[in-house]
């Protein structure tokens, strides 16, 4: 480590795919020479059951290899039954990384996290759709007034940065419009579907191969697509709407005939998320070589700008390891802004 500078101290809050595949990436990242040893130590880590809060900085791969085998209550400092919210108040730490399901009724607990942290001059992190759409304005403005960073790229696209290339490459330009697919997990099970295997089946194998969450009500019903839809309107359009304002149709009244009879006529069907005057959920008919027609878990996202027209951004946007990738692109920007040391080689 270079001389003088001091390491960066996270907590981690929630150990299912996300956080566990963002502490198998620190560990990969850290071996490989590309993220230099001790730039960040976890000050505390927090499951389902309760937190993590040791006194001694263990190993990315030790809390990752302990929560694997069920080991994780067994280390010192685990404490039983209590919150992600009170880690986020006893860590002593400069960061929060937020990797906890999504709550689109409330934001809860991470909307609380967020002000916590702030309070606590710690910067934050976060996959939350739900607490973003719901609160972006107020829990940004939050963070400037107690010069904190909030960082959410993680909430759009996973690993493809939606957000910071519509905010930041495409500025200056006026953004008219934005359309794409922007869930990982409806798009498998309608590729899928386009090969005659029902809904439920297809469904089932998303799940299976981490692209789908337990309960993935939230995709099928449309209803992730609308938060990511209302973030991308709000960050990269300036416009202030709500989860309220999006007309949403999700797949789960759609049937493998429709699917097939939209094949006869040369076209997909994509759950298309869309902002214009209107924000728009549906699945909708799109011709094969339309730009949104990506396969499997790939997202794609026109931008309809002033001056250089639609451009459009494709990438992989669902499952534990592509969103573990945006929320490490975000804490290695809170690096470089807050000064520490170079991250990357």
Known sequence: MNRGVYPLKFVLLGLGEVGMSLLSLLDHQEKEGRLEPGLLELAGAADSGGYLLPDNRPAFAEVLNAKRSDRLRSMEGYVREGTSLELVGNCEAELVIDCMPTNYSDGE?????????????????????GAMAMHMAELLELSRNHGTLLRFGATVGGGTPFLDFGRDCLYPQRIRAIRGVLNGTTNFVLNSMETGKPMKSSLAEAM??????????????GLDTAAKLVILANWVM????????????????????????AARRGKVVRLVGSFCERAIVRPEEIDRDDVLNVQGVLNALTYDTELAGPVTLTGAGAGGSSTAQAILRDILCILRKTGKVRAIE
């Open 208 to 221: 299976e191969m981490g692209y789908a969450e337990t309960d993935p009500s939230s995709d099928i019903n």
């Open 109 to 129: 607990p991470t909307v609380s996290c967020i002000r916590a942290a702030a309070g606590g001059h710690k910067h934050y992190v976060t996959a939350s759709k």
């Open 238 to 261: 300036g416009r202030h709407i709500t989860l309220s304002d999006v007309d949403v149709t999700g797949i789960s009244a759609l049937t493998g005939a429709e699917v097939s009879a």
